[in-house]
């Protein structure tokens, strides 16, 4: 199959850490090989593997499958391919185009927090948006929503390209950016009601770009904060009808529609029981886990 320049490149400068894996694995007598995204990391778990003579699999996100970079070798020579959406396993059935071949659709897990947040009373709200400062992320919608509202104030966790001209689109609202914070920190301020509600405003880019499953969000529903978001990606996936809200991505007005019906603290109770409970079912990552060596068994 061709490849184009830019992926035989990449291909071609991870082939020496393939060779050099694949003499680890033998040492190691390691039985499986399985790599994160469907890029160059895929291409050095698959040559290392077939160097080896054990199986291997991979684990397919988002970019990575429009990437395209050899997806049907790889899907022909891994056990299985393993998607964490039900839209990334559609692109990954379509691009590598043989009949009958299917990924395995197995969700992303998150540790479940033995603590909740307790929803707080009052209408004010304080708001996050966890995530990278990227037009993906829709910044700047939630911005002009939060400027027809009164008493809903924001804190921006995250770093990225686009930090200078968000803060210029934030002058005179009430945003706080917090640059990046750790992870650690970030999950005890959710179980601890640091905050009323995560807010995600995704929109697809001109690029292509789409959301997949936004682990912040999932984070923030296992934790018992209620989640706002976008009908971008595979956003809906996670949040169902009645876990969270969600609106038409690069819609300012029924952003802060929806803000503002978050003011109702009994709705916000709701939506805390229910996000928590969604994940639970789908994307506790002791059951995702089980699920993930069951198929490693398998190979």
């Given at each position: 199959m061709r490849t184009r320049p830019r992926?035989?490149?990449?291909?071609?400068?991870?082939?020496?850490?393939?060779?050099?894996?694949?003499?680890?694995?033998?040492?190691?007598?390691?039985?499986?090989?399985?790599?994160?995204?469907?890029?160059?990391?895929?291409?050095?778990?698959m040559v290392a593997a077939e160097q080896a003579r054990v199986p291997w699999s991979l684990t397919a996100h988002r970019w990575d499958i429009r990437e395209?970079?050899?997806?049907?070798?790889?899907?022909?020579?891994?056990?299985?391919?393993?998607a964490i959406s039900e839209a990334g396993a559609r692109e990954l059935e379509e691009r590598v185009g043989v009949e009958g071949w299917r990924p395995v659709m197995l969700r992303m897990g998150v540790e479940l927090p033995s603590g909740r947040a307790t929803p707080r009373e009052g209408g004010e709200l304080r708001l996050v948006t966890p995530a990278n400062l990227l037009p993906v992320k829709g910044h700047r919608y939630l911005f002009e929503a939060l400027a027809q509202l009164e008493g809903v104030s924001l804190d921006v966790a995250g770093e990225g390209s686009l930090r200078s001209e968000l803060e210029r689109r934030?002058?005179?609202?009430?945003?706080?950016?917090?640059?990046?914070?750790?992870?650690?920190?970030?999950?005890?301020?959710?179980?601890?009601?640091?905050?009323?509600?995560?807010v995600l405003p995704s929109v697809p880019t001109p690029e292509g770009d789409r959301e997949g499953v936004p682990v912040s969000l999932i984070e923030?529903?296992?934790?018992?904060?209620?989640?706002?978001?976008?009908?971008?990606?595979?956003?809906?996936?996670?949040?169902?009808?009645?876990?969270?809200?969600?609106?038409?991505?690069?819609?300012?007005?029924?952003?802060?529609?929806a803000l503002?019906?978050?003011?109702?603290?009994?709705?916000?109770?709701?939506l805390s029981a229910a996000g928590r409970n969604r994940v639970e079912t789908e994307f506790d990552v002791e059951r995702v886990a089980a699920r993930l060596g069951e198929l490693f068994a398998a190979c």
């Open positions: 992926l035989a490149v990449k291909n071609l400068a991870v082939h020496p850490k393939a060779l050099w894996l694949a003499r680890l694995v033998r040492e190691l007598g390691t039985e499986h090989v399985h790599a994160h995204w469907a890029a160059a990391s895929a291409t050095l778990a395209d970079n050899l997806l049907r070798t790889k899907a022909s020579s891994a056990c299985f391919v393993r934030a002058k005179g609202l009430p945003v706080e950016f917090l640059g990046a914070i750790p992870h650690p920190e970030l999950l005890e301020s959710l179980t601890g009601g640091r905050w009323d509600a995560v923030a529903m296992a934790a018992g904060v209620p989640v706002v978001s976008t009908s971008c990606g595979a956003i809906p996936e996670l949040v169902t009808e009645g876990t969270g809200l969600l609106v038409p991505p690069a819609d300012p007005a029924q952003l802060a529609d503002q019906r978050l003011r109702d603290p009994e709705l916000r109770q709701r």
